[in-house]
């Protein structure tokens, strides 16, 4: 989209007088630093007009086919990006942990003895959510929906996770404060809003109010631990803030190819193709 055609995004007041703002201000003590982190809400997706748009009923169906095709990329990339976290970190303790996140999507099947566990995972319940919309199986994994512009977001958060401190990464993760949020949302309005989706294919966001809350629990642990002092508490601001812009753009790219209420969707360049295709 060009500057005036974007979607404004939720204000993101900044926080009273940052620790570093000062020379030698003292950092936040846990409490105010969570404080500021759970303030970076107000630049959470949810308020993204397209978002706003699904959830208050005002998508048409290939509006919302759409969204859950280019999420899918989200979706197969958050264990990719999972699993870089686990590769950089040396702390055995938080891969333990860790490693529910990977095994949350992709699923798994464990023998015990009292026999055989398994769990398909969040990216079989996601392509379940396709195909609950109307899109076939193929078509969902095989990305031919996904713009250019949600690839670039993703590919950027994993390059993030491989390249940047384990700690950092973890940090970026807490946009997971907000999600149980807008799992809740969409469970409240899309029957309401959509009824010729099955429900049964909204398990992901009821799996999803639980296991995000798990994860919050973790992360912000390790963050509130790591980032001590005034300079790494508000560098883990610009973290939290890069995973949401992140989020952001996605919609923005998402709103570009679909339209808004009142706003056509922009045309594509010459010779793009429905999807990506093949990747560089």
Known sequence: MSNDEQPDRAPDDAPDAAPDDVPGHAPWDAATFETRLRERGKA????????????????????????????????????????????????????????????????????????????????????????????????????????????????????????????????????????PAIHRQRLATWPEHYPWIDQAGLVYFRNR??????????????????????PEQRRALGILDFKLDVLWQMNDAMAAAYGLPGRAALPPRDGARDGAGERA
């Open 44 to 179: 959470y997706h949810i308020h993204h007009p397209f978002n706003v748009m699904l959830n208050t009923g005002g998508a048409s169906a290939e509006q919302i086919r759409g969204w859950v095709a280019n999420r899918f990329y989200y979706q197969v990339a958050i264990p990719i990006k999972d699993a870089a976290v686990m590769a950089n970190c040396d702390d055995r303790a938080v891969r333990r942990e860790w490693v529910k996140r990977l095994l949350d999507h992709d699923g798994y099947d464990l023998d015990g003895p009292e026999g055989r566990i398994s769990d398909e995972g969040g990216i079989e319940a996601w392509i379940r959510l396709g195909e609950a919309v109307g899109l076939s199986r193929e078509e969902i994994t095989d990305l031919r929906h996904v713009v250019p512009g949600v690839r670039f977001c993703v590919d950027a958060y994993v390059d993030f996770a491989r390249r940047r401190p384990w700690q950092d990464s973890v940090c970026a993760s807490l946009t997971e404060l907000f999600a």
């Open 209 to 230: 109010v639980s296991q995000a809350r798990r994860d919050v629990d973790h992360g912000l642990a390790i963050t509130l631990a790591h980032f001590r002092t005034a």
